[in-house]
């Protein structure tokens, strides 16, 4: 698979590989983390979330890590597939207010 | 369940003209927001809402006007249009404002000439 550094607006992998997704957050305060998915012409998609509390969170193919100690989140993609192609954005939930903080978003690119 | 209901999906305006964007949820949740989208970026928050008759700013909310009159809508007013505003606008819902993930509508695309 590949892994990327900080944030990078364009991740392309081949079809089947790992895929790794970076952001870095800003905010002390955030106790949650959000990744959504984006496809061309639609809202942003809940893929998988986590709190302040864990480190590591699993769902179906995918897994996010959480480092406070560096405030970084990543998001991983197991066997990437060609629906997985879309535009992957973390948030920040900053602690009792439900303000949601975007980052800018990386776009995957999945090549058959 | 809909989920989140944007309308319109597509809207054109002149430059000075009114309109009000709307958003309705079927999820009985507390907690409404707006973002927009502009090419190359994130989304940024405009007002949000913890429930019906409560609404305050977000990050970007000058020259939008909300109101929450009941738990399942949240319209979005732009007073008088400017090109600054031409952008996607998306609403989105969650049970409640703390560690809920919120649910995203599929935008309104607004162009203001």
């Known amino acids: 698979g590949e892994s990327v550094g900080l944030h990078l607006p364009t991740l392309s992998v081949q079809e089947g590989d790992n895929s790794i997704i970076n952001c870095a957050y800003s905010?002390?305060?955030?106790?949650?983390f959000i990744w959504y998915k984006q496809e061309s012409g639609k809202g942003p998609q809940f893929i998988i979330d986590i709190r302040s509390n864990m480190d590591k969170r699993q769902g179906q193919r995918v897994t996010v890590l959480l480092n406070k100690t560096v405030k970084h989140l990543s998001l991983q993609i197991a066997a990437t597939q060609p629906g997985d192609s879309a535009v992957y954005f973390c948030a920040e939930n900053i602690l009792e207010t439900g303000k949601l903080i975007f980052g800018q978003g990386t776009t995957l690119q999945v090549k058959p | 369940n809909a989920g989140v209901t944007q309308t319109p999906k597509f809207q054109v305006l002149k430059t000075g003209q009114s309109m009000t964007l709307q958003c309705a949820q079927d999820?009985?949740?507390?907690?409404m927001s707006w973002y927009r989208q502009d090419p190359g970026m994130g989304l940024r928050l405009i007002h949000y809402?913890?429930?019906?008759?409560?609404?305050d700013q977000g990050e970007v909310p000058n020259g939008y006007n909300v109101s929450r009159s009941t738990t399942e809508d949240f319209p979005l007013r732009l007073l008088s249009a400017a090109p600054s505003q031409t952008s996607v606008y998306f609403c989105?819902?969650?049970?409640?404002?703390?560690?809920?993930?919120?649910?995203f509508g599929d935008g309104t695309r607004l162009s203001i000439l």
């Open positions: 989105a819902s969650s049970y409640n404002r703390d560690r809920q993930p919120q649910h």
């Open positions: 809402s913890v429930g019906a008759g409560i609404t």
């Open positions: 999820m009985n949740h507390e907690y």
């Open positions: 905010n002390s305060a955030s106790d949650y």
